[in-house]
């Protein structure tokens, strides 16, 4: 669970995207946040507080002047405690009524008395045209300045039939997002560049060598280094997986592409995280054609050349300059103590993250030992979003007493 225990209070205001805010108020319940939803007036019209109160385990409140609170002070009482406020979907006229300080109904004076350590997070839901606004444009600027973080809006068609942005997140970008804010911004202006999954080899238009590396734990570095503030791109094998909010992804299929893909973007890059388990080699011999088999006729003869290893010609660019910081992966079968020691001496890399490949590929969960300078630390066995998590933590500790003993 990636919310466990939360306190989150989800307003929703007038607009077609409430029927999404009833999918994320489930996502966040399944994420073990306790859900408090609040609703305009308007958002009644949308759609029903029997299905908000279902769904979130609460009663919903809707008016100021409801006095089931024994108090009677909604406005105070439901922000009290609370982790992180929520307005999804978010209109045009709730974004001006944040921008001026509006207390003129239940949900916009509880975001007015919120308490100062409790965010607030809008995601905003409306037409191509109402985004565009020039007002809209300057109430959204000011909501920035205030320290109320923007989630979206996405692009493509909306309810009217018009097209571009204005739409509101799906839910579990929205969801992204919010788990997002929990976490630590310890590589916040930092740019990270991965690599993960396989990479295949052709042997012919149809035919390939491949390995079984599933892409998740470059995947969840990924999104736990977009998590902790940086600008990400992940260059990627062929995988299924989707790729993690707010990371850019070039996709590629041989080791080369991914030589040439790393290569042309690395330069600006603080550091370089090499997940893929690459082919060590390629077919020299691969035919332009499908290879046919013939009755009673000898199998094909592959010749094989070395691939570049991407880690150790990255690990070059930065020897003088010392960026970008290096990290690798080390996937073995055995003795992974003295291989993964030996491995980070030959890529010349700081940091190596060591796992027995064929346990780890394609589970959720998996166990590491990092390697640097001082010897090895074992990380125990959690799914591969919380190692990832812990990596990129280590990352940043080390950046941190780079930089101090520069
Ligand atoms: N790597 C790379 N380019 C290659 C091979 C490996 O960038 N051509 C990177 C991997 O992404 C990983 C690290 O090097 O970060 C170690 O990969 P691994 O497959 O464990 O090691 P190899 O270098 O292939 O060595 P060996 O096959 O002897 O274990």
């Known amino acids: 669970m990636d919310l466990p225990g939360k306190k989150i209070v989800l307003g929703l205001t007038g607009g077609v995207a409430c029927y999404k805010a009833a999918e994320l108020c489930r996502a966040l319940v399944k994420q073990g946040a306790e859900v408090q939803v609040v609703m305009t007036e308007a958002a009644t019209h949308f759609i029903g507080a029997v299905t908000m109160q279902a769904l979130s385990g ?37 974004i001006r009524k ?27 839901a409306m037409n191509v045209e109402m985004w565009d606004n020039a007002a809209t444009r300057r109430n959204v600027a000011q909501l920035r300045a205030d320290g109320i973080r923007i989630f979206g809006p996405g692009a493509g068609a909306q309810a009217c039939g018009e097209v571009g942005l204005g739409r509101m997140l799906e839910p579990d970008e929205i969801l992204d997002e919010l ?22 080899e052709a042997i012919d238009p149809v035919r390939g060598i491949t390995n079984l590396s599933s892409g998740k734990m470059g995947y969840a570095l990924a999104r736990a280094a977009r998590e902790a503030g940086a600008d990400v791109v992940l ?12 990371v850019r992804r070039i996709d590629v299929q041989s080791a080369q592409q991914m030589h040439d893909a790393v290569m042309a973007g690395i330069e600006d890059q603080h550091i370089f995280i090499g997940v893929a ?83 780890a590929f394609g589970q959720d969960e998996n166990t590491v030992i990092l390697f640097d300078e001082d010897g090895h630390t074992v990380l125990p066995t959690a799914p591969k979003l919380v190692l990832a998590r812990q990596i990129v933590s280590e990352i940043a500790k080390r950046l941190e007493r780079r930089s101090l003993l520069t």
């Open 98 to 124: 944040l921008a001026h300080g509006a207390c003129d109904d239940l949900l916009s004076t509880l975001c007015v008395a919120r308490p100062r350590g409790v965010p607030l997070h809008v995601a905003p």
């Open 179 to 200: 788990v997002a804010s929990f976490q630590a911004k310890v590589l916040a202006g930092r740019r990270v560049m991965i690599t993960a999954g396989p990479t295949f």
């Open 235 to 246: 260059v990627s094998g062929p995988t299924t997986l989707p790729t993690p909010h707010g």
């Open 277 to 359: 388990a690459v082919a060590d080699w390629r077919v020299v011999n691969a035919s332009a054609q499908k290879v046919k088999k013939e009755a009673g006729g000898a199998p094909p003869q592959l010749v094989f050349e070395q691939n570049i290893d991407i880690l150790a010609a990255v690990a070059a660019t930065g020897s003088v300059s010392g960026w970008p910081y290096c990290v690798g992966f080390a996937a073995e079968s055995e003795n992974l103590i003295e291989y993964g020691a030996v491995k980070r001496a030959r890529k010349n890399v700081p940091l190596l993250v060591g796992n027995i490949g064929p346990q």
């Open 58 to 94: 609460h009663p919903v409140h809707i008016d100021q002047w409801d006095a089931r609170i024994a108090n009677n002070m909604a406005h105070i009482d439901l922000t009290r405690g609370a982790d992180a406020i929520l307005i999804a979907p978010c209109s045009a006229d709730f």
